[in-house]
């Protein structure tokens, strides 16, 4: 009896130390991605150009290029998000939104590129690539 006993313990105890399994519900975004969606264009533009001219030290031109920039960009963005299909996108479908959107990047680089200096295009590419590591990863 005191076999099963310490078996019965030892396997409570192992379960009971386990990960948790990654195949249930995905969690939602954080609170300020939410935020963030819920905002108007116009919020989201200002913020994101403020935020430049302090990582970039822009100046009143490139602040307001940027922001003109990014707003058109943001309405883009939302206007998709609208107009997504409810059900599964087919291949065809899936890849032209993708070419589409990857169009309208290189072309967002380029405006971007015209209006920053080469070392603030520079620190701005490094900053897009954090960016990007980090929203993988969550």
Request: hydrophobic share 30%; proline share 7%.
């Given at each position: 009896?005191?076999?099963?006993?310490?078996?019965?313990f030892?396997?409570?105890?192992?379960?009971?130390?386990?990960?948790?399994?990654?195949?249930?519900?995905?969690?939602?975004?954080?609170?300020?991605?939410?935020?963030m969606?819920?905002?108007?264009?116009?919020?989201?533009?200002?913020?994101?150009?403020?935020?430049?001219?302090?990582?970039?030290?822009?100046?009143?031109?490139?602040?307001?290029?940027?922001?003109?920039?990014?707003?058109?960009?943001?309405?883009?963005?939302?206007?998709?998000?609208?107009?997504?299909?409810?059900?599964?996108?087919?291949?065809?479908?899936?890849?032209?939104?993708?070419?589409k959107?990857?169009?309208?990047?290189?072309?967002?680089?380029?405006?971007?590129?015209?209006?920053?200096?080469?070392?603030?295009?520079?620190?701005?590419?490094?900053?897009?690539?954090?960016?990007?590591?980090?929203?993988?990863?969550?």
């Amino acid at each position: 009896m005191k076999p099963y006993l310490l078996i019965a313990f030892i396997l409570v105890g192992t379960t009971s130390f386990a990960q948790p399994s990654k195949r249930g519900p995905e969690t939602p975004p954080p609170p300020p991605m939410n935020k963030m969606k819920e905002m108007s264009a116009e919020n989201i533009a200002t913020l994101m150009s403020k935020k430049m001219t302090l990582q970039l030290d822009l100046s009143e031109t490139q602040q307001s290029k940027v922001y003109e920039l990014i707003l058109e960009s943001t309405i883009k963005k939302k206007a998709q998000r609208a107009n997504f299909p409810e059900k599964k996108p087919s291949k065809e479908m899936r890849f032209e939104m993708q070419n589409k959107m990857l169009d309208e990047k290189i072309a967002f680089n380029k405006s971007m590129k015209s209006i920053l200096t080469d070392t603030q295009y520079s620190l701005w590419k490094k900053q897009d690539k954090k960016r990007n590591k980090k929203r993988k990863h969550q």
